[in-house]
């Protein structure tokens, strides 16, 4: 949900004894203000209001139909739980940050408002079960939107690619010339990077597909509870089986942030080369002004900050991810309340991706490409030295021989000044091998050893164009909403 005004002035007001800890019953004094403040978490898991309303509907029903609870009190507390979605909805209430957490607002505010009934509500669970169930909620929800994300980048790449497929643009390896390829292999490159990301989101979304409400505080309950009607009301795909691990798995959120730092790893890598990219030395793409920024002392620049950024923030989602590992790597089952820390960084990860996700998607798709400057990264460094090497073995020779004649043609060529093979006149590369003959000189072109990688999976206009067809038909068979 949307971040909440800490204000209630001009809502309504939730006082009273209902609001008071759901613990507090065992103890003779309240705790110590300054207690209260360190422990609360409504600020971070006020997001998970309308998954914590849900679950408690589910469970209120399933209340009703086991007779632990009467219908007409199932009926009410439905309904209660109904009005404060609405009126969280329209703003009509505002989240009360006097409450401990979220599930405290939900369950004093519902009896505010319909009375005893809504003390029912809690009956059969505990906070533990309660939390993990709104984590598993809130995930199933949200994620899909990042997904959805991840396809419209993927199109836009999918886009400029379709257009580059004849665009030269060397490949690098050590950041050193390596072979002639295009503007639309590397950029499809990113893509499967990306369609990899999906697809880890994905898995991670069949594990967090269960529900462990009716677990308890770890050993369960002696009343009726039907944890599968629950799990049915809620669309879950079945139950969690062990009590004892529902309420302290944290699984999911240790594995849905290891999925978003994977996927700001490559967003990191691709924003590198767009930062290089844009240099003055390389020139190949020319950021849009919209996606740039100026310098407060030098009134020529025009800086690619939000590649930056996001490059920058890749330390934020890492940190993330090393929190919940550490906070989780010495816990003894079951629950125990270092797990309330495990919101902030899975929040935090998700956040971070979600937005550098957007802006990337916006800088990219406006974007200019400056084809001769990337045509021109083809010329010299001897990236066609492996073609010398292949020519020779489509003639019989062996490759490792052949390579050593590759080689040899590279060292002629410097030690006459030249930069490039194809400038050594015939008589110079036979010098090399008698295999060489004039036909070489067409075979050995940027273009022609673009153009000659037709294995499935290379650079090719052929291969780009079968790459292409096959990402447009993974975005459009998985869009989410």
Same mark, same amino acid.
């Given at each position: 949900?949307?971040?909440?005004?800490?204000?209630?002035?001009? #809502?309504?007001?939730?006082?009273?004894?209902?609001?008071?800890?759901?613990?507090?019953?065992?103890?003779? &004094?309240?705790?110590?203000?300054?207690?209260?403040?360190?422990?609360?978490?409504?600020?971070?898991?006020?997001?998970?209001?309308?998954?914590?309303?849900?679950?408690?509907?589910? #469970?209120?029903?399933?209340?009703?139909?086991?007779?632990?609870?009467?219908?007409?009190?199932? *009926?009410?507390?439905?309904?209660?739980?109904?009005?404060?979605?609405?009126? @969280?909805?329209?703003? *009509? @209430?505002?989240?009360?940050?006097?409450?401990?957490?979220? #599930?405290?607002?939900?369950?004093?505010?519902?009896?505010?408002?319909?009375?005893?009934?809504?003390?029912?509500?809690?009956?059969?669970?505990?906070?533990?079960?309660?939390?993990?169930?709104? &984590?598993?909620?809130?995930?199933?929800?949200?994620?899909?939107?990042?997904?959805?994300?991840?396809?419209?980048?993927?199109?836009?790449?999918?886009?400029?690619?379709?257009?580059?497929?004849?665009? @030269?643009?060397?490949?690098?390896?050590?950041?050193?010339?390596?072979?002639?390829?295009?503007?639309?292999?590397?950029?499809?490159?990113?893509?499967?990077?990306?369609?990899?990301?999906?697809?880890?989101?994905?898995?991670?979304?069949?594990?967090?597909?269960?529900?462990?409400?009716?677990?308890?505080?770890?050993?369960?309950?002696?009343?009726?509870?039907?944890?599968?009607?629950?799990?049915?009301?809620?669309?879950?795909?079945?139950?969690?089986?062990?009590?004892?691990?529902?309420?302290?798995?944290?699984?999911?959120?240790?594995?849905?942030?290891?999925?978003?730092?994977?996927?700001?790893?490559?967003?990191?890598?691709?924003?590198?080369?767009?930062?290089?990219?844009?240099?003055?030395?390389?020139?190949?793409?020319?950021?849009? &002004?919209?996606?740039?920024?100026?310098?407060?002392?030098?009134?020529?620049?025009?800086?690619?900050?939000?590649?930056?950024?996001?490059?920058?923030?890749?330390? *934020?989602?890492?940190?993330?991810?090393?929190?919940? @590992?550490?906070?989780?790597?010495?816990?003894?089952?079951?629950?125990?309340?270092?797990?309330?820390?495990?919101?902030?960084?899975?929040?935090?990860?998700?956040?971070?991706?979600?937005?550098?996700?957007?802006?990337?998607?916006?800088?990219?798709?406006?974007?200019?490409?400056?084809?001769?400057?990337?045509?021109?990264?083809?010329?010299?460094?001897?990236?066609?030295?492996?073609?010398?090497?292949?020519?020779?073995?489509?003639?019989?020779?062996?490759?490792?021989?052949?390579?050593?004649?590759?080689?040899?043609?590279?060292?002629?060529?410097?030690?006459?000044?030249?930069?490039?093979?194809?400038?050594?006149?015939?008589?110079?590369?036979?010098?090399?091998?008698?295999?060489?003959?004039?036909?070489?000189?067409?075979?050995?072109?940027?273009?022609?050893?673009? &153009?000659?990688?037709?294995?499935?999976?290379?650079?090719?206009?052929?291969?780009?164009?079968?790459?292409?067809?096959?990402?447009?038909?993974?975005?459009?068979?998985?869009?989410?909403?």
């Amino acid at each position: 949900m949307a971040q909440t005004n800490k204000s209630n002035a001009g #809502h309504s007001a939730i006082t009273g004894d209902n609001h008071k800890a759901l613990w507090s019953g065992r103890f003779a &004094e309240g705790p110590d203000a300054a207690a209260v403040e360190f422990e609360t978490s409504i600020y971070v898991d006020e997001r998970m209001a309308f998954d914590d309303i849900h679950g408690s509907m589910a #469970h209120a029903k399933m209340l009703g139909e086991q007779g632990i609870i009467s219908k007409e009190e199932s *009926k009410s507390i439905v309904e209660g739980l109904s009005s404060i979605e609405k009126d @969280l909805a329209d703003g *009509k @209430l505002s989240i009360d940050y006097s409450a401990e957490d979220i #599930h405290s607002f939900v369950e004093a505010t519902l009896t505010d408002r319909i009375g005893e009934a809504g003390k029912k509500l809690h009956t059969g669970r505990s906070r533990n079960d309660q939390i993990a169930l709104d &984590e598993r909620l809130y995930l199933r929800r949200v994620i899909p939107t990042l997904q959805d994300n991840i396809i419209t980048l993927i199109e836009t790449l999918v886009k400029i690619a379709s257009e580059n497929r004849e665009t @030269l643009l060397t490949g690098y390896t050590h950041m050193q010339h390596a072979q002639p390829g295009t503007l639309a292999q590397h950029l499809l490159a990113w893509s499967f990077m990306l369609r990899r990301d999906w697809s880890r989101i994905e898995d991670s979304l069949k594990r967090v597909d269960f529900s462990p409400l009716g677990s308890g505080a770890l050993q369960g309950s002696t009343l009726p509870l039907d944890r599968m009607m629950v799990a049915r009301e809620l669309g879950f795909s079945g139950i969690t089986e062990n009590s004892l691990d529902s309420s302290s798995d944290r699984d999911y959120c240790l594995e849905f942030t290891s999925d978003f730092a994977i996927l700001q790893s490559h967003l990191s890598r691709m924003c590198e080369e767009i930062v290089l990219w844009s240099t003055t030395e390389f020139a190949f793409i020319d950021l849009s &002004e919209r996606w740039s920024t100026g310098s407060s002392i030098m009134p020529q620049k025009k800086n690619p900050d939000f590649a930056e950024l996001i490059r920058g923030r890749t330390g *934020k989602v890492y940190g993330d991810l090393i929190n919940l @590992l550490t906070m989780v790597k010495g816990l003894p089952l079951a629950y125990d309340r270092d797990m309330q820390e495990d919101k902030a960084p899975l929040f935090d990860a998700l956040d971070t991706v979600q937005n550098n996700i957007t802006v990337f998607t916006a800088m990219i798709s406006s974007a200019k490409w400056n084809v001769q400057n990337l045509e021109k990264s083809c010329e010299g460094g001897f990236a066609n030295a492996t073609d010398v090497a292949e020519y020779l073995v489509r003639k019989g020779m062996p490759f490792r021989t052949a390579h050593g004649v590759a080689a040899k043609c590279v060292r002629m060529a410097i030690d006459s000044g030249l930069s490039r093979i194809e400038d050594l006149p015939i008589e110079k590369l036979k010098e090399a091998s008698d295999l060489i003959c004039d036909d070489i000189y067409s075979l050995i072109t940027p273009r022609a050893c673009m &153009e000659g990688r037709k294995t499935a999976g290379g650079p090719s206009p052929e291969c780009t164009k079968v790459q292409i067809e096959t990402l447009e038909k993974f975005c459009a068979e998985n869009r989410k909403l």
